[in-house]
């Protein structure tokens, strides 16, 4: 027999999800009330703040301190308001013509150690008023000090005001020892971080004004336009030359040519490159006009166009050297751990020599990667590079003429 099939329901009775939940709405009275009462305490409390501001303004600054009543100190108030009421001296001396009681024993001279001088000054003291100080002992007690501190002072000269006075006294005479030499120096010198009392005290300058000594002057400060001729490479030390690229004339007037363009710049470059140092130094040490004169520099500073010490251009810092000398060792290393078989079964010579080669490769990596670690970078500095020589001291020249007119003006 068989069995009837349901029905089959139609797709939009069949319900496949539960009917979702309401979704709670805030009530937008209340969220504009809410935004309302947050305004006003803003605006309330921006009102207060600044006619608070205003009310302090008017008013005036408070009294920072009670000027009605003065703090005095103890002892200003244990003293007597007037003459009137100084206490009467502990002991009454008796006049020269008045006898002396019958029982009073007569003294003698004091004896040493006598304690009867420091018992009076204590009882005085003690009565609300002292004495002050005996002259004499002060002076013995001055004279005491000084010797003891001249008992501790040093043998050569030292520093502060005895320094002076034995610089002073040993100005006509010669420095036997380097020691004393540097003694000498460290006692005209200030500490550092301190300021000498002479230059603090001065008011004018040490220095005065110094007539020009030629009107063909180049005074120091001046920036010499220059660009190089040769290249630098910082291996080794070597010289350089430059030619100038712009005419020089003279500091006052600016009307006479002093160093024409194409004078040529010869000086030297320093090797020393620290890890990390980017700038080549150079000094300049002499200038050659076209004529062939030529007038000594005392050692002028090179600087880039900007005005910074030193040249820069290209940085070698031997990376490929330093990479090329590690992969090296790894690779060493690797072959060896892999020339010994994974069993330790087998000959222990095999894993000896494996061992000892590790080692040893080991080694070797450390020292040639601190060797190439040591090895500072080279800097190099193109030809044709922009080169500015600072002027550091005054120059004294003559106006340049061109050596053919100069020949064909002497008769």
Partial sequence: METQAAPKLPPESVALRAP?????????RMLVALSGALVLAILGATWWSLHSSQRR?????????????IARTEALDRLPEDYTKLPPPLLAMPEEDEALPPDVPE???????????????????????????????????????????????PVFFGGGARASRGVDGAAT???????????????LSPPQGEQSPTTATETRNRGELQPPASPYQVMAGTVIAAALVTGIRSDLPGEVIATVTEPVYDTATGRHLL???????????????????????VVWQRVILPDTSSLTLDGFVGADPAGYAGLEDGVNMHWRRLFAGAALTTLLGVGAELAAPENRDGNRIVYAGRDSAQEVINQVGQEVTRRNLDVQPTLTIRAGMPVRVLVGRDLVLRPYRPAALRVGAEP
């Fill in 173 to 187: 005479g010669s420095l036997s020892a380097p020691s004393q030499f540097d003694s000498l120096l460290a006692g």
């Fill in 107 to 153: 003294l003698g001279e004091p004896l040493p150690g006598d304690l009867g001088a420091p018992i009076l000054r204590a009882e005085r003291e003690a009565q609300g008023y002292a004495y002050g100080e005996d002259p004499a002992e002060a002076e013995r007690l001055a004279q005491v000090k000084e010797a003891e501190e001249a008992m501790r002072s």
């Fill in 57 to 69: 303004a008017m008013e005036g600054p408070g009294e920072l301190h009670n000027v009605e009543r």
């Fill in 20 to 28: 979702p939940r309401p979704v709670t709405r805030l009530n937008r």
């Fill in 259 to 281: 160093i024409p363009q194409g004078s040529r710049l010869l000086g030297r470059y320093d090797s020393d490159v620290g890890y990390g140092q980017r700038r080549v130094q």
